[in-house]
C-alpha cells in the first residue's frame, strides 16, 4: 500500500467518527493545535524565513494570525449557528397542504484534499484557512505541501498531527504529502469528498477541471488570481493625494507584491496625473528591493513584466532592477483609452511581484466603463469624498464584478473575521458564493440534511427539542436560543 493510499482510506475511516465529535470536542482539538504551534514558534518562524525569504517580523505575525484562525473558529463551534439548525413542527394547517415535522442541519462533507499556498508559509498552508475550516467543519484533511518551504510543511505537519492525536483525535483526521502527481491523484479519489486551493489562476483552474470530470464530480474552491483595481476620484485626488499615493506605494510593495489582493491598477484623474506620477515615482525611489518567494514565481514575474513593459500602450514609469536581494518595485502607465482598445485584455494580466499600473482617465464619467472592464476580481477600491456623485454608480459596478469592496482603504490585510468575504466572481475564485477566510469560510465543507418525522432519539443533539448543545436555532422562522 502507498503511502497516500494509506493516508486516504486512514482519512475515509476518520470521517464518520471525527463528524460525531460534539463540536465543543473539536473546539478543543483546534485549540490544542493552536497552542502546539505558538509553543513551536521559535523553531517554525527561522525555517520558514529559511526556505520562503520573508522577514521574521511578517512570519512572526503570520504565525500569530494562523493560531488565531484555530481559535476563531473553536469559537464559532462553540457558539454553535454554523450548524444552520432549522426546526419546523408538524403542522395538518399549513396553508399549501399538512406539514410534516422537518428538521434541517449542516453535515460535514466527508475527507478534503487540501493544495497549500506558497505565498503565506502559514496562514495559508499546512495549518492555514483551509485546514481549519474543515477540520472545524468534521472533516478530516488530506493535505498535499507546496514545494517552496518542504521542510516548514513537514514539521508543521508533524506539530498539528501530534496535536490532534494527542486530543483524542481520529487517527486518519489529518495527513500531508508531496507532489504534483500525488495530488492529482488525491483529488480523483472517490474517498476525498471536496477540495481546496490558494494558486495561481492556471493551477487553480486545472484542479477544478479535474474535480469537475470525475465520474461523480466534487465541490473545488479555489481562490485564484486578482488584480483588485482601485479608482481615485478627481476630488480625493485633489483633497489626498499625498496619503492616497503613500498608501498605495505601501500597499503595492507589501510582501515585494506578492499577496493576492495587491492593487494592481491605480485610476488616477488626467487633470492630476502628473503630479500624482511624481510623487509615486518620487515614493518608489525609496522602496528596497525584497527576494520573490521561489525561483517559478521570479520567473513567472519577469516573464509578465516583460510582457507589459514591451506593450506600446505602457509607460516605464519607474523600472526596477534585480539584485541579490531581488526585484525592486516597478511603476507602469497607461491610459483609460488604451484599456478600452485592448481587446484582448493583455493589459490587465495580473503581474504577481513588486509591479503596479497606474492608469490615466479623462472623466469621471469614464469611471463605471472602465470598472466593467473587470471580470472578476477579490478586491475593488474606491477612494473618494463624501458628495462624489459618481460613488454610488461606481461602487455598484464593482460589487458586481468583486468579493470585497472598500472604500478609502487598501485591500492588502484579511481580517479573519465574521463578515469577510475572501473570494469573488471567476476568476478570482471558482464560486463566488465562499470565501476562502472568515467564519463562513467553513460552509464549504457542510452540507444541508432535512430529517423528516424522525424520532428524538434519532435525530442529530443539534435538532432534538431539548436542544442539548444550547445553540442559536431557527424555529418556526425565528431565530431563537
Not at 150 to 155: A, E, M, Y
Not at 289 to 301: F, K, M, T, V
Not at 358 to 383: D, M, Q
Not at 451 to 468: F, G, K, M
Request: charged letters at 20%; one cysteine or more; a negative charge.
Amino acid at each position: 500500500m502507498s503511502e497516500l493510499e494509506r493516508m486516504l482510506t486512514a482519512a475515509a475511516a476518520a470521517h464518520a467518527p471525527l463528524a460525531a465529535l460534539r463540536p465543543a470536542a473539536r473546539a478543543g482539538l483546534l485549540r490544542r493545535v493552536a497552542v502546539a504551534l505558538d509553543s513551536a514558534a521559535p523553531e517554525l518562524v527561522p525555517l520558514a524565513r529559511e526556505e520562503s525569504h520573508l522577514p521574521e517580523a511578517r512570519l512572526t505575525g503570520e504565525l500569530k494570525r494562523t493560531t488565531f484562525q484555530l481559535r476563531f473558529f473553536a469559537d464559532l463551534l462553540l457558539e454553535g449557528s454554523y450548524l444552520e439548525a432549522t426546526l419546523d413542527a408538524a403542522d395538518p394547517k399549513w396553508p399549501p397542504g399538512p406539514r410534516p415535522d422537518l428538521r434541517r442541519m449542516l453535515l460535514p462533507l466527508g475527507p478534503v484534499v487540501v493544495f497549500a499556498a506558497s505565498n503565506f508559509p502559514f496562514a495559508f498552508s499546512v495549518a492555514g484557512g483551509d485546514t481549519a475550516s474543515a477540520l472545524a467543519a468534521g472533516c478530516p484533511v488530506v493535505l498535499k505541501a507546496h514545494p517552496g518551504h518542504p521542510r516548514l510543511s513537514d514539521r508543521t505537519a508533524a506539530i498539528v498531527s501530534d496535536a490532534l492525536r494527542d486530543g483524542g483525535a481520529p487517527d486518519g483526521s489529518f495527513a500531508l504529502f508531496h507532489g504534483d502527481e500525488a495530488g492529482r491523484s488525491a483529488l480523483l479519489d472517490p474517498r476525498i469528498k471536496a477540495g481546496a486551493f490558494t494558486g495561481s489562476t492556471h493551477g487553480g483552474r486545472a484542479l477544478f477541471d479535474l474535480a469537475s470530470s470525475r465520474p461523480v464530480p466534487i465541490p473545488f474552491y479555489a481562490e485564484m488570481g486578482s488584480v483588485n483595481p482601485v479608482f481615485v476620484t478627481e476630488a480625493a485626488a485633489r483633497a489626498r493625494s499625498a496619503e492616497i499615493a503613500s498608501g498605495y506605494l505601501d500597499s503595492y510593495t507589501l510582501g515585494a507584491g506578492q499577496f493576492c489582493t495587491k492593487p494592481g491598477f491605480l485610476f488616477v484623474p488626467e487633470s492630476v496625473a502628473e503630479e500624482f506620477e511624481l510623487r509615486l515615482v518620487a515614493g518608489v525611489l525609496d522602496r528596497a528591493a525584497a527576494p520573490l518567494l521561489n525561483e517559478r514565481i521570479a520567473s513567472g514575474y519577469a516573464s509578465v513584466l516583460r510582457t507589459l513593459s514591451a506593450n506600446p500602450a505602457v509607460r516605464v514609469l519607474h523600472a526596477g532592477t534585480d539584485s541579490p536581494n531581488g526585484p525592486s518595485p516597478t511603476l507602469l502607465g497607461t491610459t483609460a483609452s488604451a484599456l478600452f482598445a485592448d481587446r484582448e485584455k493583455a493589459l490587465l494580466t495580473e503581474c504577481f511581484g513588486p509591479t503596479s499600473v497606474v492608469v490615466r482617465y479623462g472623466s469621471e464619467a469614464e469611471l463605471p466603463e472602465l470598472a466593467r472592464l473587470f471580470t472578476g476580481e477579490l478586491t475593488a477600491t474606491v477612494h473618494g469624498e463624501a458628495g462624489d456623485a459618481i460613488a454610488a454608480p461606481l461602487l455598484a459596478e464593482l460589487s458586481e464584478r468583486a468579493g470585497r469592496v472598500l472604500w478609502n482603504g487598501w485591500p492588502t490585510g484579511v481580517a479573519v473575521s465574521h463578515a469577510m468575504h475572501h473570494g469573488g466572481p471567476y476568476p478570482s475564485a471558482t464560486s463566488s458564493l465562499y470565501t476562502s477566510v472568515g467564519s463562513t469560510a467553513i460552509r464549504r465543507f457542510l452540507r444541508p440534511v432535512c430529517y423528516q418525522n424522525v424520532p428524538q432519539h434519532l435525530l442529530p443533539e443539534a435538532l432534538r427539542d431539548d436542544n442539548p448543545l444550547d445553540i442559536p436555532r431557527w424555529i418556526e422562522g425565528s431565530l431563537r436560543r
